[in-house]
């Protein structure tokens, strides 16, 4: 009865979000005020709904239900319960019945919680994200429905593909869906906001938390992937430019973009049509995204539920919401006032400069991710790689980091620079002083990495500038919150630049007892050994990795093979071993056995690699997500808040 | 806004997105690499026998004047042993056909030829995909189809079908 | 979405099947270095842009298919008997296309891939700095 009830629930969650969706429209034209007292109760019943349905679809995977089809297809009784439970995401159904979970619970929290627009914008806001719920609604209930019953009950389950039972992508794509599709709100926002034209700055403080919120999760999700990808792939690449990484990025670019613009409208009223148009991108290319990868536009094999039906569904509804947008935004936003003006050289000024090349960014990663189409279509295949992205996208990121360091110093409408001729000196002289040392010490490196590093040098000192002087008990959060992510870029850029000039590479066939010398280490290969994992066999190496300073550490690369499942071809993985050090990461991979002309396989590939600063990235990832999340919890007011009931107990307590 | 047909421009740019998404799943992308190397001379190569009893192969022995057919094969694809079929009913017609296999053991292309028949008149050994990747060639079983002179007509990729075969003997007649 | 990336992977080369596979070692050159580090310096360089033919998205220079092995065993081959990175990138585009190198050459067909990026930069520029004129003249509609 599980699956049964989980289907009737998102029936009617769907027929409540038509509910909203009708009620809010009729509202917005008659004015009938009990019509509107519909909206928010119909919102958070559709949140609460779906995410029972989804609750469900766990229950179902945990109890290794094998009469649901979704269940037998992806999972097992034999799996760990942790992977029973990651296994309900880990689809393509799954994964939809959370998107639209994520995306209906948002609409709940706006309705219980958003106080500070004006009520006809906020049912406009709710009948928007109710609309984005009626289409993913029917697509999954038409094309994509978790809770179908198979005929006859499998003894158990196929999915017991080991190599999806990883910690990492249990819980990756979950924190990036968060991400795309909290976008969705602050959509929805601009479309309430664009039909009552009420665009100013209370519109753009309801959504500016929204915005902070979803961007954390993309930052935490890309950085999280990169890292996966860097131990799991064997040859510490750590991003690749690919189309499926690609269309992560972007909506991240869109959200960067966005966070500042609507800054600009919240503080000063100004630039408020490009607020609302970066709103309608951001879910956009979310949803891109997901439709990219979904109907296997670009990843042509085994990617998973290549479905040209679904495709085609997702097309349809992306056409009708993104058109649908666009096309209010063309129409409403020429009645919508500019706003204030600003000069050149002010916090405004800088700001449109980093949209405008964030922008450009995010246009060109699009550009290249799907340009190979369009040459297709005139006759020639190519490939867009990081040669294309490094030398088109890395200039213009490099500016960005020079306006970031201006920005937060210049002052909002017209400076006059002082403060930042003031603070500049120093900034300057620790790019100067990075770049010499580089130039004198660092031999040959290349323009875009030493150029990286010298910005990464000016933005660390520049981005700490705003504090100087500063009583920084006093220092609002929103302010702490920008310096730790613009000094996590400089922390990530400086991390990218000195892996890609310094990296040291050594690719041997060595024979236990050899030495290996790479960077400052002495890695002694020991020997091999055969190792029983619970669903597969594996060589696993052993070195010893000794410093300069004589301290030695040992590292166990292994060589894995998992046996073929259901008749499939036995698979091999490699589990690099990786030695974090202050100044970088030791990595190491074992490859395959090298026959001698004997015979004998008495030597091992052996893929060793110094990495200086490659956990810097991360870090600086990191870093973005804590400033990030800083700055929400300073907007969103949460402190003031839990401030203000404090001090209203305090004064309780006194009260006689 | 001053401007009004640049609030436009987004649904413009969106219409073009969707121009291309509509066009790839309409058609869906060629997913194998065609070689470049079509109505090019042989590459030069001089492969040695990849296992006893059979000549190597010269590219200089291809251009006799007969047109031929120089199969991309190897022991260890599955795909390959589908083919044998068509390649000997090739060789039944009179076609004459070369080998090159790729990343082989001679103990086991041996195997190969006992099970699944021996149409080649040669066979060189590739060890290392360089004449495979001089000619273009991006997987096995592919086959190429040489004209007197040594110069590559044509290349088929994927297992060579039944229904090809009187086709590929009717072009091979034709280059004579 | 990465998971997608990585399930190609796993599907891809990095974890081929075994059975589909030859059973020769790789090429001397395909997991060992040039001596000279300039040479071997060029060769990682031309193999980073390189794409792998029968992977996913994945360039030669990383990844354990055995043709690409074979290819870096080619370039390597190449680059030590002093032909130039240049010279061996034009004799794989006339084999297999640009296709296989990752950094698209500029001609008619990808004329607007790399022009696109600057054009729009132009025009954002044009239109944004079009608002700062007008917003430095006047001030006094500032305070409307």
């Keep these: 009865m599980i699956a049964e009830l989980g289907l009737a629930l998102l029936w009617i969650a769907a027929a409540l979000a038509c509910l909203s969706l009708v009620a809010g429209a009729l509202y917005l034209r008659g004015g009938q005020k009990d019509l509107a007292a519909l909206v928010r109760p119909a919102s958070v019943a559709q949140g609460v709904l779906t995410a029972t349905a989804f609750g469900l679809l766990i229950a179902l995977f945990v109890r290794s239900d094998m009469s649901v089809e979704l269940v037998a297809r992806n999972s097992n009784s034999l799996k760990p319960m942790i992977f029973k439970i990651a296994g309900t995401w880990g689809n393509h159904e799954g994964s939809m019945l959370l998107w639209l979970t994520i995306l209906t619970l948002s609409g709940a929290l706006i309705a219980l919680f958003e106080k500070r627009l004006r009520e006809d914008t906020l049912i406009a806001t709710l009948s928007a994200q109710a609309a984005l719920g009626l289409g993913f609604f029917a697509f999954l209930i038409f094309s994509s429905n978790p809770f179908n019953r198979l005929p006859v009950a499998p003894p158990d389950g196929q999915g017991l593909n080991p190599l999806l039972q990883d910690i990492g992508l249990a819980f990756h794509p979950p924190t990036l869906y968060v991400g795309y599709v909290g976008l969705s709100v602050a959509f929805s926002f601009a479309v309430g906001a664009l039909i009552t034209r009420e665009i100013g700055p209370a519109f753009a403080r309801a959504m500016r938390p929204w915005v902070l919120f979803s961007w954390i999760f993309l930052t935490i999700g890309i950085t999280a992937g990169s890292y996966w990808a860097y131990y799991e792939l064997g040859w510490g690449g750590w991003w690749f430019w690919d189309p499926v990484e690609n269309v992560s990025l972007i909506p991240w670019l869109a959200g960067a973009a966005l966070l500042h613009s609507v800054a600009v409208t919240a503080t000063r009223n100004a630039l408020r049509a490009w607020t609302v148009m970066l709103a309608v991108i951001g879910f956009s290319m979310s949803m891109v995204g997901t439709f990219i990868v979904r109907s296997g536009l670009l990843t042509s094999v085994h990617s998973f539920a290549v479905d040209p039906e679904r495709g085609t569904f997702l097309l349809v509804l992306m056409a009708i919401y993104i058109g649908g947008a666009l096309t209010l935004f063309a129409l409403r936003a020429g009645s919508v006032a500019e706003g204030k003006k600003f000069a050149l050289l002010s916090r405004e000024g800088a700001l449109v400069i980093n949209n405008l090349l964030l922008t450009t960014i995010l246009a060109l990663v699009l550009l290249g991710t799907l340009y190979p189409i369009v040459a297709e279509a005139m006759g020639e295949k190519i490939s867009v790689g990081p040669p294309y992205y490094n030398r088109v996208a890395g200039p213009l990121a490099l500016i960005l980091c020079l306006v970031m360091v201006a920005g937060p110093l210049l002052g909002w409408r017209k400076d006059d620079g002082k403060k930042l001729w003031s603070r500049l000196p120093l900034a300057i002289f620790a790019g100067a002083a990075v770049l010499f040392a580089l130039i004198l010490f660092g031999g040959k490196v290349g323009i875009l990495p030493l150029l990286g590093m010298t910005v990464a040098g000016v933005v660390a000192v520049a981005s700490l500038a705003p504090l100087w002087g500063r009583n920084l008990r006093r220092t609002p959060l929103p302010t702490w919150g920008m310096v730790v992510a613009h000094f996590g870029v400089a922390v990530c850029l400086a991390g990218m630049g000195a892996e890609s000039a ?5 690719l041997v066939a060595a024979a236990p007892g050899d030495v290996i010398k790479v960077g400052d280490f002495a890695v002694k290969f020991v020997g091999v050994k055969p190792v029983a994992g619970p669903n597969f066999t594996s060589i696993e190496g052993t070195l010893v990795a000794t410093t300069s300073g004589g301290q030695s550490f040992t590292m166990r690369p292994e060589a894995r093979t998992f046996p073929g499942l259901m008749g499939t071809a036995p698979t091999e993985t490699n589990e690099a071993a990786l030695l974090t050090r202050p100044g970088g990461q030791l990595y190491a ?20 690699w110094w990495k200086p600063l490659v956990w810097w990235i991360w870090l600086g990832g990191g870093l973005i997500a804590l400033g990030a999340t800083l700055s929400m919890l300073g907007r969103a007011q949460l402190l003031a808040i839990w401030r203000a009931r404090r001090h209203r107990k305090s004064q309780e307590r006194f009260a006689p | 806004m001053t401007n009004r047909w640049v609030l436009f421009v987004p649904l413009a740019i969106m219409g073009l997105l969707f121009g291309a998404f509509i066009y790839r799943l309409v058609t869906p992308a060629e997913t194998l690499i065609q070689s470049q190397w079509i109505d090019k001379p042989m590459p030069l ?7 006893a009893g059979v000549a190597g192969l010269k590219s200089s022995q291809l251009a006799d ?46 195997m190969f030829l006992r099970e699944y028949g021996n149409p080649f008149d040669r066979i060189g050994s590739d ?14 079983p592919e086959t190429f189809l040489i004209d007197g002179k040594g110069v590559i007509r044509e290349q088929i990729q994927g ?18 | 979405m990465r998971l ?21 070692p790789p090429a001397p050159y395909a997991y060992e270095q040039l001596r000279d580090p300039a040479k071997e310096a060029r060769a990682k360089a031309l193999m980073e842009e390189l794409r792998c033919l029968v992977c996913q998205g994945q360039s030669i220079a990383d990844s354990d298919a055995p043709l690409a092995g074979d290819m870096r065993h080619e370039v390597r081959s190449k680059i030590a008997a002093g032909e130039s990175p240049d010279e061996i990138k034009a004799w794989l585009v006339a084999r297999y296309g640009n296709w296989v190198s990752y950094d698209p050459p500029f001609d008619g067909a990808t ?13 954002g520029g044009w239109l944004a700095f079009g608002r700062f004129r007008r917003g430095a003249s006047d001030d006094a509609e500032d305070s409307a």
């Design chain 2, 65 to 110: 004047g007969k047109p031929r057919l120089v199969n991309v094969f190897a022991s260890w694809c599955i795909p390959c042993r589908a083919e044998a079929p068509q390649l000997e009913a090739l060789k039944a017609a009179g076609v004459p056909i070369d080998g090159i296999a790729i990343r082989d053991r001679p103990e086991d292309v041996a």
């Design chain 3, 4 to 24: 997608m990336l990585v399930l190609l992977g796993l599907l891809g080369a990095f974890a081929a099947p075994l059975a589909a596979q030859d059973r020769l």
């Design chain 2, 159 to 176: 297992v060579i079908l039944a229904e090809q075969v009187p086709e590929i003997v009717a072009k091979l007649e034709a280059m004579k």
């Design chain 2, 127 to 140: 060890m290392q995909s360089s004449v495979q990747i001089a000619l273009g060639s991006s997987g096995v």
């Design chain 1, 502 to 506: 310094f990296i040291k590479e050594r």
């Design chain 3, 111 to 123: 004329a607007f891939l790399w022009l696109g990026p600057l054009l729009f930069l132009l025009l």
């Design chain 2, 45 to 51: 190569f001089d492969l040695p026998p990849a296992t």
């Design chain 1, 589 to 608: 991979v074992l490859g395959q056995p090298v026959t001698s002309d004997d015979g004998i396989a008495d030597r091992y590939q052996i893929r060793l």
